[in-house]
């Protein structure tokens, strides 16, 4: 695989014990909160254009990411793909997508974090809205999912990528856990695409990432090119990528809005040092995008029949 220095090691990475302890305590401190300004999608919105919109608009924005993103991979769409009827939502939140997808294809639906809180919290919502049957939640690691080969028609990984430290374990994961004709679509964050003279970005870009993995328990990063290598060299076929970042630009200057007004606040201060960190590291994210750094990328294929 023709990666670079920089991108072959956030693609292979290293073991992550701490980094896992580290987003389980993020994620169990700062649900409660998000959820209460934001709702259960804890994902970016997809928007038309960079207009500030008020919070409904946001909650209708994120719900079209889902949205784009199915009709991205090719359902929805004329030559439309056969509808999902076994799903997981690998690094599900307090569940958002996973309801939401239930709900649409009249699916089951498996959700997998590493937030014991998240877990709990996305189940009591499923049972609430009457999907407790469909929607299950557990606690589990990514790099090793609780499942059997081969299950799922439809696997979903929305913003969790991001998270892993070992790229080549997590597409091969979730190309276990797919079954043969299965779609996966993996919704990331990405660095830049390199140019063929660099190794890795530069000096200063890799000074800034550094600080936004330090806030959100990130490991290295790597490029959306870097996983369509992946996915090619493990014979995915319909492998699709696409950069979405114009169209998620308005997200984070409102999450910035919304952490400055006095419930944000309030409730900032009585999560816990691990979410005011990530707050404070919200302008890195729009300076990322800015300084096209950052890319916010899907990448969608399917596993051979
Ligand atoms: N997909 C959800 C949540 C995104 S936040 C939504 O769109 O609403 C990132 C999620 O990834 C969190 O739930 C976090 O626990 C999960 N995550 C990160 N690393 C993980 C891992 N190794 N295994 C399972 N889940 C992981």
Redesign the pocket.
Known sequence: MATSVSSRSSIEGVG?GVL?KG??EL?DESSGMWEDIWG????HGFYDSDVPASISDHRSAQIRMIEQSLSFAGFDNENSLKIPKNIV??????G??SRYLARKYGAKCQG????PI?AQRAQELANAQGLGDNVLFQV????QQPFPDGQFDLVW????GE??PDKTKFVKELIRVAAPGGIIIIVTWCHRDLSPSEDSVQPQEKELLKKICDAYYLPDWCSAPDYVKLLQSLNMEDIKFADWSEYVAPFWPAVVRSALTWKGLTSLLRCGWKTIKGALAMPLMIEGYKKNLIKFSIITCKKPE
């Open positions: 992550g896992q987003i389980a994620y259960d999608h804890m994902h939502d690998v690094g599900c939140g307090i958002g997508s997998i974090t590493l937030s998240q589990a690691d990514a790099l990984s929305m913003e969790s998270h892993m």
